[in-house]
């Protein structure tokens, strides 16, 4: 693995814990004003950068009085104004479509702030050394733009988490590290040479768009999901055809969902077996949906790593996206 890692991807993904109690010390020092006008929050990123928009719809649902919209994009949305906080969330501060919003920001008169590990994008922002990432790359940071994001809109009033919910949180995922590796293993050798379709619902929401993320570009394995309980309505009759569709579903369980939601995942489960599909199940530990969120984060780090590592191929290589992005530079 050595020979297949030579970034260390394997060891940025092991420092997931360090990532998330350095940037939550990092937001907690900010000095920020609270804006007590706004009345929505578009948050710009791409790729890595975006997950923590993702993250706080699916885990904050319930605690977020305003909408947060997450802006894959060069234009912000037309409802963006005076009213509208824009968090610009660039790992390297450099990313062509962030910067395009921060311009459109600024003309359409949005308050901004900015969560970077390159770059500095703003004035008002938390801009923080990425000394727990020694792979460089910015995927690899997911716990800086995940509990950052969740920082910064705890720091500006928007959410309300104590140093104790995230110690504890952050403290069941250290103690839980050999566990999740040994997961991750086991099942990346069941997912190898499928295509894996990741399930999950409620507050593991935005892992599962992570996890489809890391699966694409970590281990260059062609993946997507779908949530609960949205996909019973549709995705269940799309499993017939093709027959060759090489298909596995991995299923993101948790015994706090919902009572509902629960039986939902049963029936599922159920229904995909019945159609010849193979499944498999990772049960997110944890005493809080924080701490389940975390324990998910760090699976889907290292079973897309260790899938990496079956194809023996280097995990931080990104060839495909260097070339567009090369090419894309040539016409600008």
């Not at 885990?59 to 005076?82: C, Q, R, T, V, W």
């Not at 590290?177 to 099942?187: F, P, S, V, Y």
């Amino acid at each position: 693995m050595n020979n297949l890692d030579p970034k260390d991807v394997e060891g940025s993904t092991g420092m997931l814990v360090s990532q998330c109690r350095q940037i939550w010390e990092d937001s907690k020092a900010l000095a920020v004003e609270r804006y007590l006008s706004i009345q929505n929050i578009v948050l710009c990123g791409m790729g890595g950068s975006a997950y923590g928009g993702y993250v706080v719809n699916a885990l904050f649902k319930n605690e977020l009085k305003i909408p947060l919209y997450s802006n894959n994009d060069y234009d912000l949305p037309g409802f963006a104004d005076e009213n509208t906080l824009v968090i610009l969330s660039s790992y390297s501060g450099t990313t062509e479509e962030v910067l395009s919003c921060s311009e459109a920001a600024k003309k359409q008169g949005c308050k901004i702030f900015s969560i970077s590990g390159g770059k500095k994008l703003t004035d008002a922002g938390l801009n923080f050394e990425p000394k727990f990432n020694p792979s460089g790359q910015p995927r690899l940071g997911t716990g800086y733009m995940v509990l950052g994001v969740i920082g910064i809109l705890n720091k500006l009033g928007f959410l309300e988490l104590t140093d104790s919910e995230v110690e504890t949180a952050v403290k069941e995922l250290e103690e839980n590290q050999e566990n999740i590796k040994m997961q991750a293993k086991e099942l990346s050798s069941k997912i190898k040479e499928s295509i894996p379709l990741v399930f999950a619902a409620q507050h593991l929401g935005g892992n599962a768009h992570i996890l489809r993320n890391q699966f694409n570009e970590t281990a260059k394995n062609f993946s997507a999901f779908s949530l609960l309980s949205e996909l019973n309505h549709h995705l269940l009759e799309g499993l017939k055809n093709p027959e060759d569709k090489k298909l596995i579903v991995l299923f993101l369980s948790s015994q706090l969902y919902s009572e509902r939601m629960i039986k939902r995942f049963e029936l599922t489960k159920d229904v995909v077996s019945k159609q010849g599909i193979p499944y498999l199940e990772y049960k997110a530990s944890g005493s809080n949906k924080l701490s389940q969120m975390l324990n998910a984060l760090s699976f889907g780090g290292y079973l897309s790593l260790y899938l990496a590592f079956l194809y023996k191929i280097d995990p931080s290589l990104i060839p495909w996206v260097d070339y567009f992005k090369n090419e894309l530079q040539k016409s600008s």
